[in-house]
């Protein structure tokens, strides 16, 4: 029988969000709840399983645990991008890779809720409400009649767009590939360059794929064109804002507050500044974290198993 272990299930809840039963005999399953930090630790609780599945960039593979790792054939990775897994090191080991569907609807959903959350003060307000502390403490800023600057106007950012729009919103958006076209058709202007649209944002969300060429691309030089009553919002990866630099202007109150759900680590450092600051809402990476999502990426990793068991395997994510 084969060994399969489900990594990083923070909530307890894989084997519950598939009919894993569909494998057996064949495959033993088990979920791995806790996180396992190093190589070390990850060999020493799955080396003995053929076949892994991992969530997003929770535990990230590398060559040197494609090494630790001899008895591994099949990878399944939820979404059908994962930039954690070296797929040159899965093939020279001879270990297939597969992915999942993934909605974008759930990270566009969470894009607001920090919008919102930030805008209204919702945290200390409702803080204050459950400690017994001043009635109203904060001002709200408006949407309608703000402008909404979108770094992106993809699957995601369009649909970011959309709720924008339906707030009485001022759409603006940029990305080197944005087109008039493009942009026309969803209702948005298109800014004529990422800095016109960092000093022209009340809102900047961040909705564009890391990549060498996105990282970083938000650095100290367009935070300070920002206004100082602009938030920044980041549900896409934290690596296309230069991090020291956010910590710099959300310290110096160069901007009002950041509303993040992305980290350079994660999960993020007991000590690490996001964690105290007063203008930061910050929310464990939970931008695909919902019921549907789970169901789709755990019910396709049992299709991914099945096919590579009947050797034909689906979604193959190739180097």
């Given at each position: 029988?084969?060994?399969?272990?489900?990594?990083?299930?923070?909530?307890?809840?894989?084997?519950?969000?598939?009919?894993?039963?569909?494998?057996a005999p064949r495959v033993?399953?088990?979920?791995?709840?806790?996180?396992?930090?190093?190589?070390?630790?990850?060999?020493?609780?799955?080396g003995d399983c053929e076949?892994?599945?991992?969530?997003?960039?929770?535990?990230?593979?590398?060559?040197?645990?494609?090494?630790?790792?001899?008895?591994?054939?099949?990878?399944?990775?939820?979404?059908?991008?994962?930039?954690?897994?070296?797929?040159?090191?899965?093939?020279?080991?001879?270990?297939?890779?597969?992915?999942?569907?993934?909605?974008?609807?759930?990270?566009?959903?969470?894009?607001?809720?920090?919008?919102?959350?930030?805008?209204?003060?919702?945290?200390?307000?409702?803080?204050?409400?459950?400690?017994?502390?001043?009635?109203?403490?904060?001002?709200?800023?408006?949407?309608?009649?703000?402008?909404?600057?979108?770094?992106?106007?993809?699957?995601?950012?369009?649909?970011?767009?959309?709720?924008?729009?339906?707030?009485?919103?001022?759409?603006?958006?940029?990305?080197?590939?944005?087109?008039?076209?493009?942009?026309?058709?969803?209702?948005?202007?298109?800014?004529?360059?990422?800095?016109?649209?960092?000093?022209?944002?009340?809102?900047?969300?961040?909705?564009?794929?890391?990549?060498?060429?996105?990282?970083?691309?938000?650095?100290?030089?367009?935070?300070?064109?920002?206004?100082?009553?602009?938030?920044?919002?980041?549900?896409?990866?934290?690596?296309?804002?230069?991090?020291?630099?956010?910590?710099?202007?959300?310290?110096?109150?160069?901007?009002?507050?950041?509303?993040?759900?992305?980290?350079?680590?994660?999960?993020?450092?007991?000590?690490?500044?996001?964690?105290?600051?007063?203008?930061?809402?910050?929310?464990?990476?939970?931008?695909?974290?919902?019921?549907?999502?789970?169901?789709?990426?755990?019910?396709?990793?049992?299709?991914?198993?099945?096919?590579?068991?009947?050797?034909?395997?689906?979604?193959?994510?190739?180097?």
């Amino acid at each position: 029988m084969l060994r399969c272990a489900v990594l990083d299930d923070y909530q307890n809840t894989a084997l519950a969000m598939a009919d894993w039963a569909r494998l057996a005999p064949r495959v033993e399953v088990r979920s791995v709840s806790g996180r396992l930090e190093g190589h070390g630790a990850v060999a020493g609780a799955v080396g003995d399983c053929e076949i892994l599945v991992i969530m997003r960039e929770r535990t990230p593979f590398p060559r040197a645990l494609f090494e630790r790792l001899p008895k591994l054939r099949l990878l399944v990775t939820s979404g059908m991008r994962n930039a954690s897994v070296d797929l040159v090191a899965a093939a020279d080991h001879g270990v297939t890779v597969c992915g999942t569907a993934s909605s974008s609807t759930p990270p566009a959903e969470l894009t607001w809720a920090l919008v919102l959350g930030l805008a209204r003060g919702i945290v200390p307000e409702s803080g204050a409400l459950r400690a017994g502390g001043p009635w109203q403490s904060t001002v709200g800023a408006d949407l309608h009649g703000a402008t909404l600057g979108l770094l992106g106007l993809g699957k995601i950012g369009a649909q970011v767009a959309r709720v924008g729009r339906a707030f009485g919103m001022d759409v603006l958006a940029w990305s080197r590939n944005l087109t008039a076209e493009r942009a026309e058709s969803l209702g948005v202007r298109r800014a004529a360059s990422l800095d016109g649209l960092c000093a022209a944002s009340d809102f900047l969300s961040v909705h564009v794929v890391l990549s060498e060429r996105t990282r970083g691309l938000v650095g100290a030089a367009q935070l300070a064109l920002m206004k100082p009553s602009a938030y920044l919002v980041n549900t896409a990866r934290a690596a296309i804002v230069d991090q020291d630099a956010l910590v710099a202007a959300l310290r110096e109150g160069r901007i009002a507050g950041a509303g993040l759900d992305v980290f350079d680590i994660e999960p993020l450092p007991a000590d690490h500044p996001f964690r105290t600051l007063p203008n930061v809402l910050a929310t464990p990476h939970l931008g695909y974290v919902t019921r549907g999502n789970y169901l789709r990426y755990f019910g396709e990793a049992v299709e991914d198993i099945e096919a590579f068991l009947a050797g034909a395997p689906v979604r193959v994510l190739a180097p």
